[in-house]
């Protein structure tokens, strides 16, 4: 099992004891890739801006494909000192950029997560194993802020966009199409029942995390002493 030994420099941030600090960070991936061609990467790297830090979120090694979990240890509080201002961050596979977002203050200790794709920028021949990631950012007062799936790439749009641009061939024919129904948003109902059940609280529109209460995400638990 991987652990990270990178830590954040506190300049931009005040420590006054009352603001809880992040004391780890997940990004939960899904791929298409198999484990006999297993193509995921060892490590991604996050970029926080500021402080213009960038951080390696090692692969935890127990985690079989389709799914894969990258984690780092930090020390960061993150509430500036203007409050305004959020925590903003870069995702990265190697130099490409997968997606941004922002931690974001919404009440006192109340941390929510917004993020958005930006395998948009990417040329359309460019192949990368994820389809889908999920961030969660744990607080040492063990409360977790988290997104619902990111989804980075849609593959039938790709296809289309490599006909275009006349790179079918890298395109993988053993690839599996998500079907259309499987990244629809959630229903009212479905949101009441995925709340009583205690999983993830997901918000309507893409992207945008809610704060995770401490029975909401247990599939992180194991992974928080790494």
Not at 21 to 27: D, E, G, H, P, R
Not at 193 to 210: A, E, H, M, S
């Amino acid at each position: 099992m991987c652990r990270s030994t990178d830590l954040l420099p506190p300049s931009p941030y005040t420590h006054d004891g009352a603001c809880p600090n992040v004391k780890a960070l997940f990004v939960h991936v899904r791929t298409s890739a198999s484990e006999i061609n297993d193509p995921l990467p060892q490590f991604l790297t996050i970029l926080f801006n500021p402080p213009n830090h960038s951080l390696s979120l090692h692969r935890l090694l127990n985690h079989s494909l389709p799914h894969a979990i990258f984690a780092a240890k930090l020390s960061l509080c993150p509430r500036r000192r203007r409050p305004s201002q959020p925590l903003s961050f870069q995702l990265f596979l190697g130099e490409a950029m997968l997606l941004k977002g922002a931690l974001i203050e919404q009440d006192q200790n109340r941390w929510t997560l917004d993020c958005k794709s930006q395998f948009h920028l990417l040329q359309p021949h460019y192949f990368q194993p994820i389809s889908e990631v999920q961030l969660c950012f744990a607080f040492d007062d063990g409360n977790l802020a988290a997104t619902n799936w990111v989804r980075l790439v849609n593959h039938k749009e790709r296809v289309k966009n490599c006909v275009n641009f006349g790179h079918l061939e890298q395109i993988p024919e053993e690839m599996e199409l998500p079907s259309e129904d499987s990244h629809e948003v959630m229903d009212l109902e479905g949101l009441r029942r995925t709340v009583d059940l205690g999983i993830w609280v997901l918000c309507l529109g893409l992207g945008v995390g809610y704060l995770v209460s401490r029975a909401s995400v247990r599939k992180f638990r194991p992974y928080l002493n790494f």
